[in-house]
């Protein structure tokens, strides 16, 4: 049943049978809940002025219209058994008690252990500034659907799926293989692709990276400013690559650079301690025996550089080749060479200082040094394995 409550306020207009009404008691409109059904609560339409609201901020009152089950003109339920749900509009409201003042509204729950929550609320500054002007969303999650009714996009806080010490804003997306999320670059004329991922389950983003930040300092990796740890990784997984593609010229694939006054160093640590195939090794390789050579460079700038590793087109000989200048190249500068045979070519000589004379090499073997003859002159020697030493040479 409709009961008008609020009394009728103003001259009819001619042009309308609309007419205002003024509240009374603060109810303005009831629809009696008991002509529904035997418990329903009533829905009512209500109206209330409520002064000293926005005080000290501003002296002038927040007027309150709601509309919804089982409302009470003053915020409350008429039925405190009940639970009640409301729209609430609040004419003239500053929030946290500041200026601009602002229009509210609420979508408004009160439970029936007379809890009050509020799932939708929204604030719009009066003079149009961004002071103030908001939407505050209180649920466990929320989901958007397209029009067909499936859901896209889920989001909710954390705390619901597990314990955390304190709230974290969770985002679930279905399968979509494509970037659910875009930054325009710099220039503003492109789109990049935030992380998402891809249908081989990997992320991926779009356009070049950097990380900056400093070392945390604590947790579980607290002197470590990037970490990549696999769970469960198999036999000959790979850990971290990084692919330069097909390219005419060079790539440098890691740069690892510094000013440090200290050491600057990469290292490869095997840390197990029981097992005898547990090794650490660094790899180069070519793609084949008409390729290239794998090698290491080390340089002093403008003053040495070493080149060591196999010379692909020189019978694979491992090779430490040298020159002043960076265009240093195995071949021409060529400062030693282990061929596979195991034979040694040197284009310098070789200089041996007077030890104590060694142990005798194991069977089939030989030993070739320099020791002082007793009487102060160098003379070089050559121990077999039976243990007899020879005299190959002597200072004269």
């Not at 035997?38 to 007027?63: H, K, M, R, Y």
């Not at 997984?237 to 060079?250: D, E, F, H, I, R």
Request: net charge negative; aromatic share 10%; charged share 15%.
């Amino acid at each position: 049943m409709l009961s008008q409550i609020g009394s009728l306020g103003g001259k009819p207009n001619p042009s309308s049978d609309m007419q205002a009404l003024r509240p009374v008691g603060g109810y303005v409109l009831k629809v009696e809940g008991s002509a529904l059904a035997a418990n329903c609560p009533d829905f009512n339409i209500t109206a209330l002025s409520f002064p000293g609201v926005n005080l000290p901020g501003d002296t002038e009152p927040n007027n309150v219209v709601r509309m919804g089950w089982n409302i009470a003109p003053g915020g409350g339920r008429e039925d405190a058994t009940k639970a009640s749900l409301a729209v609430e509009f609040e004419q003239h409201y500053l929030l946290g008690g500041a200026l601009p003042a602002g229009f509210e509204w609420h979508l408004a729950l009160i439970d029936t252990t007379g809890t009050q929550h509020r799932p939708i609320t929204g604030w719009f500054s009066k003079d149009g500034t961004a002071a103030n002007t908001g939407l505050l969303l209180q649920a466990s999650y929320v989901g958007i659907h397209d029009y067909d009714g499936t859901q896209r996009i889920k989001i909710f806080n954390a705390q619901n799926k597990v314990t955390v010490a304190s709230p974290i804003l969770a985002w679930e997306f279905g399968q979509n293989n494509v970037a659910v999320h875009k930054q325009l670059n710099a220039a503003g004329d492109a789109y990049l692709n935030l992380p998402y991922y891809d249908g081989d389950n990997r992320m991926r983003f779009g356009g070049p990276g950097a990380m900056t930040g400093s070392v945390p300092g604590s947790g579980t990796y607290p002197t470590i400013f990037f970490a990549v740890q696999p769970t469960s990784p198999a036999s000959d997984s790979t850990v971290l690559k990084l692919y330069g593609g097909t390219v005419t010229g060079n790539i440098l694939g890691l740069d690892v650079s510094g000013a440090e006054t200290g050491n600057l160093s990469t290292r490869v640590y095997n840390t197990n301690i029981s097992s005898g195939t547990a090794h650490a090794f660094g790899e180069f390789r070519v793609g084949g025996a008409s390729a290239g050579d794998p090698y290491v460079t080390f340089i002093v700038p403008s003053a040495a550089y070493w080149n060591v590793g196999v010379d692909n087109s020189d019978t694979d000989a491992f090779v430490w080749a040298f020159k002043s200048a960076s265009s240093v190249a195995f071949g021409t500068d060529n400062k030693l060479k282990l061929d596979t045979s195991g034979n040694i070519t040197t284009t310098g000589y070789i200089d041996a200082t007077e030890i104590s004379a060694p142990a005798a090499p194991a069977a089939n073997g030989a030993r070739i040094y320099a020791e002082d003859n007793g009487s102060g002159k160098t003379r070089l020697m050559v121990r077999f394995a039976s243990g007899a030493a020879q005299q190959i040479a002597i200072e004269p």
